[in-house]
């Protein structure tokens, strides 16, 4: 089954570029705008350089990240649940009248959703999901997840992949780490108002899939954030 699979090869060419250009870490501290001593700056290209690439590519490689082999797993889960399968253009149709009313749900709420073929990815930056280096929900945005169950409830025939991501600045492992705190807190919050945890892919992506440059603070805010990316399952 191809679902999408150009994004998640985007988003490994954008990795590939990165792991290929050293740049200055930090060294332990704290994930988003952690605080540690600069290790040494090595050769190869600039954090600025690395920065602008990544803001330029970023596009490309937000949408699914956990690729064919997880959502194939999740979809003969579902198929095992009694979760029918969509196909031809019953697969539109049914994403064009989810997207619909996720955006009039979404309206105002600060959370952005982004149709990228028959997936749709609501962009929720952490301003409005968590306090600075945490990984529990503010209250506040409990009814915003509230309203994406209901409306996940309605539209039971997709798969649902929880990313968390982080900007730069922090060690590499303690990126990993929250990510993964805060995709599990997202996706924990969903599965309890009664959606099918068959459904759920939780993946923390750390730093590695930005979509703005880390160079300011404005960009690491961006990259700060929860993607929930909705597939369809395909008969």
């Known amino acids: ?18 792991a290929g250009c050293a740049t200055t870490g930090y060294g332990g501290g704290y994930g988003d705008q952690g605080y540690g001593q600069p290790q040494q700056q090595q050769s190869g290209m600039s954090r600025t350089q690395k920065g602008a690439l990544i803001g330029a590519l970023a596009g490309v490689a937000a949408g699914l990240l956990s690729g064919d082999d997880a959502t194939e797993r999740r979809q003969r889960a579902l198929v095992g649940a009694g ?18 009313a996720l955006r009039e749900q979404m309206a105002g709420t600060g959370v952005d959703v982004i149709r990228q073929g028959d997936n749709i990815t609501l962009n929720m930056p ?10 529990d929900l503010k209250p ?16 039971d025939q997709t798969i649902v992949e929880v990313a968390g991501h982080t900007d730069s600045v922090g060690s590499d492992a303690y990126n990993q780490q929250l990510s993964e705190r805060r995709a599990a807190a997202v ?6 108002r009664g959606l099918l945890r068959d ?37």
Do not use: C, W
Not at 88 to 100: F, K, S
Not at 140 to 155: E, G, I, K, M, S
Not at 210 to 229: F, H, K, L, Y
């Open 1 to 18: 089954m191809k679902i999408q699979i150009r994004n998640v090869l985007a988003a490994a060419v954008v990795t590939a570029m990165v």
């Open 83 to 100: 979760i029918g399968g969509l196909a031809g253009g019953a697969i539109g149709n049914y994403q064009d009248r989810q997207e619909r």
């Open 126 to 135: 952490s301003n409005i999901t968590f306090d600075f280096d945490k990984s």
């Open 140 to 155: 506040a945005f409990y009814p915003v997840l509230d309203d994406v169950a209901n409306t996940l409830r309605q539209y």
């Open 187 to 192: 996706g924990n919050y969903l599965m309890s």
């Open 199 to 235: 459904r759920f892919i939780l993946i923390g992506a750390g730093e590695g899939h930005p979509v703005a440059s880390n160079d300011t603070e404005s960009g690491r805010a961006q990259n700060r954030r929860v993607e929930i990316t909705l597939v369809p399952v395909r008969s």
